[in-house]
């Protein structure tokens, strides 16, 4: 028979090859003000071969990786990966002045493919009181006159006077 026969050279053995798969490329933070971070983004990574997954490290890169962090959050990805199982990266951007940031996210690990990695891009706008004038930033000066049992307050070019009576007793 032209089908039949034949001998399975490999014993029926299985190689055991993790294969991990994130579930983003690529993520973009927009509009977030500087000084401030944002809420974290969850990532997805999981193990589709069949064999476990060894993770050696999940690590940022690029020009502005300062800017971003991975941080810890439930299911967080540990150093193994079970077949079939799926564990969480959580990234979070703190912009330290407005511009356009950008970094990468790389975990590497024993897969078939031995990194994998997410472009991270961030627009930073302008964070609280950016873009105050010193006047109304810094306040007011206050200004107490013991002698005259006057209180002067020196706001954004104005001043106002409150009079009081100190106790004598």
């Known amino acids: 028979?032209?089908?039949?026969?034949?001998?399975?050279?490999?014993?029926?053995?299985?190689?055991?090859?993790?294969i991990a798969s994130l579930n983003a490329?690529?993520?973009?933070?927009?509009?977030?003000?500087?000084?401030?971070?944002?809420?974290?983004?969850?990532?997805?990574?999981?193990?589709?071969?069949?064999?476990p997954l060894q993770i050696s490290s999940i690590a940022l890169s690029g020009t502005n990786a300062?800017?971003?962090?991975?941080?810890?959050?439930?299911?967080?990805?540990a150093s193994t990966l079970a077949v079939g199982q799926t564990c969480s990266i959580y990234v979070t951007f703190n912009p330290p002045a407005v511009a356009n940031c950008s970094a990468s996210v790389t975990v590497t690990d024993n897969s078939v493919m031995p990194t994998q990695s997410i472009a991270l891009t961030g627009a930073a706008t302008p964070g609280p009181g950016a873009n105050q004038t010193p006047d109304t930033r810094a306040a007011a000066m206050l200004t107490l006159l013991t002698q005259a049992e006057k209180l002067q307050l020196v706001q954004g070019g104005a001043t106002t006077t409150y009079n009081y009576t100190v106790p004598r007793g």
Not at 6 to 16: A, I, R, Y
Not at 66 to 76: L, P
């Open 1 to 18: 028979s032209s089908c039949g026969g034949g001998s399975n050279s490999g014993g029926g053995q299985q190689n055991s090859a993790p």
């Open 25 to 51: 490329t690529s993520y973009a933070f927009n509009g977030q003000m500087t000084g401030t971070t944002s809420a974290a983004k969850l990532f997805s990574l999981v193990n589709i071969g069949n064999g």
């Open 66 to 77: 300062s800017s971003f962090a991975v941080t810890t959050g439930a299911n967080a990805c």
